[in-house]
T-cell receptor, first 114, second 116 residues
Framework: AQSVTQLGSHVSVSEGALVLLRCNYSSSVPPYLFWYVQYPNQGLQLLLKYTSAATLVKGINGFEAEFKKSETSFHLTKPSAHMSDAAEYFCAVSVRDTGNQFYFGTGTSLTVIP | GAGVSQSPSNKVTEKGKDVELRCDPISGHTALYWYRQSLGQGLEFLIYFQGNSAPDKSGLPSDRFSAERTGGSVSTLTIQRTQQEDSAVYLC??????????????FGPGTRLTVT
């Protein structure tokens, strides 16, 4: 079975500080991994995805994530937080042999302190 | 091109009434998903359609919930005899996993359902 765990439902960082949002997954087969962002009162937007190419994936708005198979992790980072980064972030895993079903984490709310 | 659209954007209904929520996926996308997002919560999977295969209904919370996908395109999520706990944002997403290797889901803006 596949699952996603996001550690920390709420994360606060100062503007300009490093952003680190944690995601661990459980999958019996090689997964596809995704990070989505949801701004207030909007739908989800893809930030980045890992689909078995390079393990370090760069996304939009300066975010990146590294797939670490040994740690079953796909943590999201950004070197310097902006006020506009305040949003809800969701990690998701997909496995093709389950018909491309997606499993989402419970989300992490990021607050950026000026 | 056009993204995933959902209608209505907001729906207020009285307890006990039936509601229908509509999703228009991206043209050509074979997979369509419905999720529910309650206030301050993550995404709760409801149902998944893939091509002509039987839908995965494992996430539907009760038999009051049902969904159809006509002609492999538009989908309607129906909630019968609505309850206050059904109040949430209902999100639709589509994807095309077998077309270009483009596996991500594309989300619509959601329908905010309020049951009074």
């Amino acid at each position: 079975a596949q699952s996603v765990t996001q550690l920390g439902s709420h994360v606060s960082v100062s503007e300009g500080a490093l952003v680190l949002l944690r995601c661990n997954y459980s999958s019996s087969v090689p997964p596809y991994l995704f990070w989505y962002v949801q701004y207030p009162n909007q739908g989800l937007q893809l930030l980045l995805k890992y689909t078995s190419a390079a393990t370090l994936v760069k996304g939009i708005n300066g975010f990146e994530a590294e797939f670490k198979k040994s740690e079953t992790s796909f943590h999201l980072t950004k070197p310097s937080a902006h006020m506009s980064d305040a949003a809800e972030y969701f990690c998701a895993v997909s496995v093709r042999d389950t018909g491309n079903q997606f499993y989402f984490g419970t989300g992490t709310s990021l607050t950026v302190i000026p | 091109g056009a993204g995933v659209s959902q209608s209505p954007s907001n729906k207020v209904t009285e307890k006990g009434k039936d509601v229908e929520l509509r999703c228009d996926p991206i043209s050509g996308h074979t997979a369509l998903y419905w999720y529910r997002q309650s206030l301050g919560q993550g995404l709760e999977f409801l149902i998944y359609f893939q091509g002509n295969s039987a839908p995965d209904k494992s996430g539907l919370p009760s038999d009051r919930f049902s969904a159809e996908r006509t002609g492999g395109s538009v989908s309607t999520l129906t909630i019968q005899r609505t309850q206050q706990e059904d109040s949430a944002v209902y999100l639709c997403a589509s994807s095309s996993p077998r077309k270009t290797g483009d596996y991500e889901q594309y989300f619509g803006p959601g329908t905010r359902l309020t049951v009074t």
